[in-house]
């Protein structure tokens, strides 16, 4: 079965420091997601991303936050400068017609 | 708004036995209702879904849910557990149509004892 794929699986960065996650959804897939899990809380959603713009995003996803599919293949996080709270499991997903939703395994991003 | 409650954190069953996860939700609207399971160092995976059609919902690995309204749960249930069962569960209710926005349970970690 095709599976979304997630790079790097950690990710340790300095307080302040840029990251971007990376995510390959299933390549006939047009709906795109990112979801993020703190340690021992609720999954929760960041942002949908249709057709090259972005369709809903939380109040988590501020300014700081910006997704990218620069390629047609890959599907990006950047966290312009990361804080100690930014630390959690990022999980990418995807979808062709939002019916079924298909997750990566997850980037855990910790900040020092 | 929509909510979602797992009542327990850990499930502790003897293989072979039955699987009980329980979830509560609360929604102003009819949702649509998911399981999912998160397997060590592996994504989550769609157990099976609810989304207004039949109440009870049959899904993979012998796993099914029952939406009750009256008591606006949506427990997961399985006849016999296997040891490869043992897994993180997530309970997601989704007031849309699709994932537009979801929300997660905090997740019930089930183990199985040989």
């Known amino acids: 079965e095709p599976e979304v794929t997630q790079t790097p699986s950690h990710q340790v960065t300095q307080m302040g420091q840029e990251v971007i996650l990376r995510c390959v959804p299933i390549?006939?897939?047009?709906?795109f997601y990112w979801y993020r899990q703190i340690l021992g809380q609720k999954v929760e959603f960041l942002v949908s991303?249709?057709?090259?713009?972005?369709?809903?995003k939380s109040e988590i996803f501020d300014d700081q936050f910006s997704v990218e599919r620069p390629d047609g293949s890959n599907f990006t996080l950047k966290i312009r400068s990361t804080k100690l709270e930014d630390s959690a499991m990022y999980f990418c997903a995807s979808s062709r017609d939002r019916e079924k939703l298909f997750f990566g395994s997850g980037t855990q991003l910790s900040v020092l | 708004a929509q909510s979602v409650t797992q009542l327990d954190s850990h499930v502790s069953v003897s293989e072979g036995t039955p699987v009980l996860l329980r979830c509560n939700y609360s929604s102003s609207y009819s949702p649509s209702l998911f399981w999912y399971v998160q397997h060590p160092n592996k994504g989550l995976q769609l157990l099976l879904k609810y989304t207004s059609a039949a109440t009870l919902v049959k899904g993979i690995n012998g796993f099914e849910a029952e939406f009750k309204k009256s008591e606006t749960s949506f427990h997961l249930t399985k006849p016999s557990a296997h040891m490869s069962d043992a897994a993180e569960y997530f309970c997601?209710?989704?007031?849309?149509?699709?994932?537009?926005?979801?929300?997660f349970g905090t997740g019930t970690k089930l183990q199985v004892i040989p």
């Open positions: 997601v209710v989704s007031e849309g149509g699709g994932y537009q926005k979801v929300t």
């Open positions: 390549s006939n897939h047009l709906y």
């Open positions: 991303f249709y057709n090259n713009e972005i369709s809903e």
